[in-house]
């Protein structure tokens, strides 16, 4: 039995849902800098490119968010930490906004909506992000989620450490 919480959804030992992520923040953090590219030059290039970003950042999102929620229900010792809770709760909202986004965009056209709401709301996407970017940490940095507990643990044996035996930290 490991002291640190597991991920459930991995290769090896390696979880899949940090693997992700970075491919959705980056996706919605590109959607506002080329928001804020059309805002500067009107250029109808970046409103397009916006709306493909937002396109691209919700699908992978998605993806993300299997290997999360596999980890979350997988694993009762995460569910139990508030920071899990805030991140995925988070990441959700930031996910429904981005959608909603999207629809405004291709529904009513990508620079009408830029003009209007369109860059707000990427930018409340993009301050969602940092928070639960936070708490992701929190969970990794703090409490360990994912990490393996002795050092050449290969995350398939139970871990043992040079003092205390089975399940104890060495001193």
């Known amino acids: 039995m490991s002291i640190?919480?597991?991920?459930?959804?991995?290769?090896?030992?390696?979880p899949l849902h940090p693997m992700l992520i970075p491919f959705?923040?980056?996706?919605?953090?590109?959607?506002?800098?080329?928001?804020?590219a059309f805002i500067a030059t009107g250029d109808g290039f970046w409103a397009r490119a916006s709306t493909w970003l937002?396109?691209?950042g919700v699908v992978m999102a998605l993806v993300a968010a299997a290997a999360g929620f596999t980890?979350?229900?997988?694993?009762?010792?995460?569910?139990?930490?508030?920071?899990?809770?805030?991140?995925?709760l988070g990441n959700l909202t930031a996910v429904v906004i981005a959608l909603i986004n999207f629809v405004l965009r291709y529904g009513q056209g990508?620079?009408?909506?830029?003009?209007?709401?369109?860059?707000?709301?990427?930018?409340?996407?993009?301050?969602?992000?940092?928070?639960?970017?936070?708490?992701?940490?929190?969970?990794?940095y703090s409490h360990h989620v994912a990490v393996l507990d002795a050092p050449g643990q290969t995350g398939s044996e139970p871990m043992t450490t040079p003092r205390g035996g089975p399940g104890r930290r060495a001193a």
């Open 110 to 140: 990508a620079e009408a909506t830029i003009r209007s709401w369109g860059w707000i709301l990427s930018l409340v996407v993009v301050g969602i992000l940092l928070f639960t970017g936070w708490k992701g940490w929190e969970m990794v």
């Open 24 to 36: 959705p923040v980056a996706f919605l953090v590109g959607a506002l800098v080329t928001d804020l």
């Open 54 to 56: 937002i396109g691209a």
């Open 71 to 88: 980890d979350f229900f997988g694993e009762p010792r995460i569910r139990a930490l508030n920071d899990a809770w805030y991140h995925m």
């Open 4 to 14: 640190n919480p597991v991920s459930t959804a991995k290769l090896g030992t390696h």
